[in-house]
Structure formats: C-alpha cells, structure tokens
Nanobody, 125 residues
Framework: QVQLVESGGGLVQAGGSLRLSCAAS????????MGWFRQAPGKEREFVAA????????YYADSVKGRFTISRDNAKNTVYLQMNTLKPEDTAVYYC??????????????????WGKGTLVTVSS
C-alpha cells in the first residue's frame, strides 16, 4: 500500500510559478516511478510529468516541456513539480501517482497503482 498526499496548489497569475509536493508513505519510496497528472473541468485526466525511481529519467507532456520540472527526494519520500511560466490552460486539479508494478509506462494513467486526492491549481489571466 502507498499513501500519497499532494500540497502546494493555489491561485496564481499567468506567468507565475508554483511548486507542488507529493508526500508518500507505505512501500519503499525509492523503488518505483512517480508521475503527475492533471484534470481540468470537463476534460480527461492527462499526463503531465513522470520520473524514474532513481530520478535519472524524466518525461514530460509536450504542453509543459520547458516550463515544468519534476524531481524527487527519496530521503524525504517526496516528489515535486516545479511549475514556471504558468498559463490559464494549466488550470486543473493536479494528482500525483505511483506506478508500483512493472512494466512501467510512466505516462499512461490507467497503469498507475496509487493516487493522491489532488491539489487545485488555478491560473488567472
């Protein structure tokens, strides 16, 4: 079992920055990949970013590449999403997810095994 708790969401103006955190507990955090997904009102949940268990490999959706950075601190059992140059279209509930069973797809939300409850990010224009 893995428990995930997101934090760091809020209201920010376009062009601003936010850093999301996701604290994990349960299974050994350093043994599985982690991902961030988001869901805007009336839209499907979509992949944002993912990171390998070691942190050496990262993956991004084209829509956030160059603006968002995913990282993890295995000593703190936490994964982060640094979001810069935010746009109104980034407005969504952001979820962190753990993919604990191989093979690891990194970007397929149906492959994720555990989810947090989400944190709302609102970007005003």
């Amino acid at each position: 079992q893995v428990q995930l708790v997101e934090s760091g969401g809020g209201l920010v103006q376009a062009g601003g920055s936010l850093r999301l955190s996701c604290a994990a507990s349960g299974r050994t955090f350093s043994s599985y990949p982690m991902g961030w997904f988001r869901q805007a009102p009336g839209k499907e949940r979509e992949f944002v970013a993912a990171i390998s268990w070691s942190g050496t490999r990262t993956y991004y959706a084209d829509s956030v590449k160059g603006r968002f950075t995913i990282s993890r601190d295995n000593a703190k059992n936490t994964v982060y999403l640094q979001m810069n140059t935010l746009k109104p279209e980034d407005t969504a509930v952001y979820y962190c997810a753990a993919d604990t069973e191989p093979p690891y797809s990194y970007s397929d939300y149906s492959d994720m095994d555990y989810w947090g409850k989400g944190t709302l990010v609102t970007v005003s224009s």
